[in-house]
């Protein structure tokens, strides 16, 4: 755990804050349980199936793999649909609505985690930006049109041995062809990113209100940099401040911010007795 002078400055941080904002990378779902794809070998543990056919989360997480495997891809999208369906968010979330709620303009959030756990701990949908989609929305495979549709109507069926959905893949609405997530994915053109460009739109015209913005940043690597880059961005193009915690990538950058080496729930606690 990181040393309390830095747990102080963080508390004094969020103190003096007028917005909250969350930005959350995948380690912050690890505290409630969600497995860590960093790297092939977190990825093989959660699926063995894969595991044993060699197969890389880049090229399962694919557009490629719904066009050749739809069984084989759905299995695994649809085993994550169920597990994010089924998790209950760990304590850190409710510390940082607790946060928010102390602050002239309230907390957002920016994460690339496509699970919903934001909205399942009660975030306000209309100020979260998931920048790589939600897996509870889907779209057509081709994609025929812009339209996105929610997922809460397919209930998948999976064989978790060999990771392979077991009743009939979703289709589109429109040209009965297959859906998939709506998730930006590797080698993905068929994205269709209206959803998030809204989610977009409403966080800029929020950012462009505030004097005092604070990223409170959790779990994001410097693989997929999507988060980080956020949080820079805030930092030199809103005067914001940023409070990193990630238990291995913890440098802050800045000695005006603060980085706390530890995992998402430890950070946020230690922060909170502080406050």
């Not at 002078?5 to 349980?33: F, H, K, N, Y």
Request: aromatic fraction near 8%; hydrophobic fraction near 45%.
């Amino acid at each position: 755990m990181t040393n309390t002078t830095d747990i102080a400055r963080a508390a004094t941080l969020i103190d003096q804050a007028d917005l909250l904002l969350v930005a959350a990378g995948a380690g912050m779902g690890v505290d409630s349980g969600l497995p860590d794809f960093r790297g092939n070998d977190g990825f093989w543990k959660a699926y063995p199936a894969l595991a044993k056919a060699r197969l890389a989360f880049a090229s399962v997480a694919s557009p490629r793999t719904f066009e050749e495997d739809a069984a084989l891809a759905w299995g695994f999208y649809g085993h994550r649909l169920q597990l994010y369906r089924a998790t209950v968010p760990h304590a850190g979330f409710a510390l940082l609505k607790d946060w928010g709620a102390r602050m002239a303009h309230g907390v957002a959030v920016f994460t690339s985690n496509v699970d919903g756990q934001f909205q399942r701990a009660g975030f306000d949908p209309q100020r979260i930006l998931e920048c790589h989609g939600s897996i509870h929305h889907l779209q057509c495979l081709t994609p025929c049109c812009e339209a996105i549709w929610p997922a809460d109507g397919f209930v998948p069926q999976i064989d978790d041995a060999a990771c392979r959905l077991l009743n009939e893949a979703p289709v589109c609405p429109h040209c009965g062809g297959l859906a998939r997530p709506n998730i930006l994915m590797f080698g993905d053109g068929g994205w269709v990113e209206r959803r998030t460009a809204v989610q977009e739109a409403r966080l800029e015209a929020l950012l462009a209100k505030v004097r005092r913005p604070v990223v409170v940043e959790l779990g994001a690597g410097v693989a997929i940099p999507s988060v980080r880059h956020f949080s820079q961005r805030v930092v030199r193009d809103y005067g914001g401040r940023l409070v990193r915690i990630n238990p291995r990538e913890a440098g802050a950058g800045s000695a005006l911010d603060v980085g706390l080496a530890c995992g998402a729930l430890a950070g946020l606690e230690a922060i909170n007795a502080s406050l």
